[in-house]
């Protein structure tokens, strides 16, 4: 290659004897690429011109009749890939656009003007840059090269890479090789660029890197909000063209990697059976428990790679009291298993008329409310609303009831309520059997009664008994 370029320019500089120097022209696999050709406008002739590629023969050509001619392989099925614009001609123009350039289209182009009585040569070096990714979306965790290619490379050229407009740093250093080998991860995500600067020229070509793996939760320890009592989804859900096989959920025990011995909650249920091949791993939780918080890691097996996520469940309850100072008011907290990402609470009151319609009270501020439980005004469903930075994570709902002060929390499933009808039950059946009880007493105390003598002899018996008890003691 180095050879032909120097026969190139050493016949360019031969025919012209002009100081003619080659252009470097950087472009983009797939973009437009624009060779530039000028002399000077003193035209009281056409001029003939002909660009022609080293060792490949003439791209297009036009004589001085105005007939223009491409080689063969530039006007495939009679569109011209390679062109020169007239528009530009009568400015001395001749520049060579080649649309959608591949990567052997790099090489050496020359233009040659002939006016009549002068010749003008120039010689281009057309390199095509491109950036390429293998294999082109990786699996999460495997190897992927990321290289920038250049045809013909341009030797002593720099390299430099960003990653999403800013430069990516290895640990050691700013990435300044053509190519690098990595584990694909999610910091390798994004649009990388590739500059390459040789001879105060700059050609760049960019790609976009996507890894399969699994998309939903994106990140690892995204926290899922839930309201006790609530059914929740704890999303898995991989790259649509992955099927993982040996999927598995475990709850991960406080502080550690390890799995909780103790098994997953008793509502735990995959979403997808297991028997059915999906891309989706997710499971739901029919009715969360407060002690159900804490850490969950899905994952599932890939090519040979095993993929994991850990996510966190963060589970929401009110608990209610009454101060002792104040018994005809009610206190409620809004608690959370963890309260990292909450930056502030609300209370709202959520009331329903006659006709069912929804409508919310004002909006009070903090994380405990302390309403009067006699004022009928209360009466009905509460509301805890939390916010994190980026917005609202979820809400908690409390009944309150007025008749009888009882109140609970709805979503616990069994409320109060039952609770209480319960207890009543039991003490009227309570009740009941003391009053039986009396009866029975009483009429056995009338049937003694009726036997006087009975009653004497039961007397006299008793009597004996206890002297006898007395004696022996005195033995
Ligand atoms: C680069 O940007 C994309 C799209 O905005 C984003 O998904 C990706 O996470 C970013 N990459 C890095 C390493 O920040
Ligand atoms: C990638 O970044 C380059 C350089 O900043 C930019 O020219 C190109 O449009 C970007 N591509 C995408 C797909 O965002
Ligand atoms: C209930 O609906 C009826 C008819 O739509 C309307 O006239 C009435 O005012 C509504 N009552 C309440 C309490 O909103
Ligand atoms: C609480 O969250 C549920 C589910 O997201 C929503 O339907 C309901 O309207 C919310 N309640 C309040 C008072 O914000």
């Given at each position: ?6 026969i190139?320019?050493g016949m ?19 973009s437009q ?11 009281t002739?056409l ?37 020169c ?8 123009d ?8 591949r990567?052997?289209d ?6 040659r003007?002939?006016n ?24 999460w ?5 990321i ?7 341009p030797?002593?050229?720099?390299v ?11 640990p ?8 690098m080998r990595e ?10 660029t ?5 001879k105060?020229?700059?050609g ?10 699994i998309?939903q ?8 909000y839930?309201?006790v009592?609530?059914?929740v ?41 297991s028997?059915?091949p999906?891309?989706?791993n ?9 002690q159900?918080a ?10 040979q790679?095993?993929l994991?996520?850990?996510m ?11 101060p002792?100072k ?9 608690q959370?298993s ?18 069912g319609?929804r ?16 004022s ?7 509301a805890c609303?939390?916010?994190g ?5 979820g ?7 007025l008749?009888?002060?009882?109140s609970?929390?709805?979503?616990s ?10 207890g009543l039950s ?7 059997l003391?009053l039986i009880?009396?009866?029975k ?19 006299t018996?008793s009597n004996?008994?206890e002297?006898?008890?007395?004696n022996?003691?005195?033995?």
């Amino acid at each position: 290659m180095l050879l032909q370029y120097f026969i190139v320019v050493g016949m360019a500089l031969l025919m012209t004897g002009a100081q003619s120097e080659v252009i470097e022209v950087f472009a983009e696999a797939g973009s437009q690429a624009i060779l530039p050709c000028k002399c000077n406008p003193l035209s009281t002739h056409l001029p003939a011109i002909i660009w022609t590629k080293a060792n490949k023969g003439t791209v297009w050509r036009k004589e001085r009749s105005g007939l223009q001619y491409w080689g063969y392989s530039w006007s495939p099925k009679g569109s011209h890939r390679a062109q020169c614009p007239h528009s530009q001609f009568e400015r001395g123009d001749y520049s060579l656009q080649i649309n959608n350039v591949r990567d052997e289209d790099g090489g050496i182009y020359s233009c040659r003007v002939d006016n009549g009585n002068q010749v003008t040569e120039n010689v281009v070096s057309l390199r095509i840059i491109k950036v390429s990714i293998s294999p082109s979306v990786p699996i999460w965790g495997k190897d992927v090269k990321i290289s920038c290619d250049v045809n013909p490379w341009p030797n002593g050229a720099t390299v430099q890479w960003t990653l999403n407009n800013s430069r990516f740093l290895t640990p050691t250093t700013i990435m300044k090789k053509s190519f690098m080998r990595e584990k694909a991860d999610a910091r390798l995500t994004g649009n990388w660029t590739c500059f390459v600067d040789y001879k105060g020229k700059e050609g760049r070509a960019s790609a976009t890197l996507t890894v399969m793996g699994i998309v939903q939760p994106s990140k690892d320890d995204t926290k899922v909000y839930a309201a006790v009592g609530s059914a929740v989804t704890l999303p898995c859900v991989f790259s649509s063209e992955l099927i993982p096989s040996r999927k598995v959920w475990e709850k991960l025990k406080a502080g550690s990697f390890k799995p909780t011995p103790g098994r997953l909650p008793d509502s735990f249920s995959p979403i997808s059976p297991s028997s059915q091949p999906s891309s989706d791993n997710s499971a739901s939780l029919k009715e969360v428990g407060f002690q159900d918080a804490g850490r969950y890691r899905c994952s599932g097996t890939v090519e040979q790679q095993w993929l994991t996520r850990n996510m966190q469940l963060v589970v929401a309850k009110i608990d209610s009291s009454i101060p002792s100072k104040k018994k005809d008011s009610l206190m409620l907290d809004c608690q959370l298993s963890d309260t990292s990402e909450v930056t502030n609470y609300e209370w709202v009151h959520v009331v329903y008329d006659l006709n069912g319609t929804r409508s919310e009270g004002s909006i009070l501020n903090g994380k405990t409310l302390s309403i009067s439980k006699v004022s009928e005004e209360n009466r009905g469903e509460w509301a805890c609303r939390f916010y994190g930075k980026e917005g609202l994570l979820g809400n908690v709902t409390y009944q309150v009831h007025l008749m009888g002060g009882l109140s609970g929390q709805k979503s616990s499933g069994v409320s109060q309520n039952t609770v209480a009808v319960v207890g009543l039950s039991f003490l009227l059946v309570v009740l009941l059997l003391i009053l039986i009880q009396m009866y029975k007493n009483h009429q056995r105390r009338k049937r003694i009664f009726q036997y006087p003598a009975l009653e004497t002899i039961v007397h006299t018996t008793s009597n004996e008994r206890e002297e006898r008890e007395r004696n022996r003691e005195k033995m």
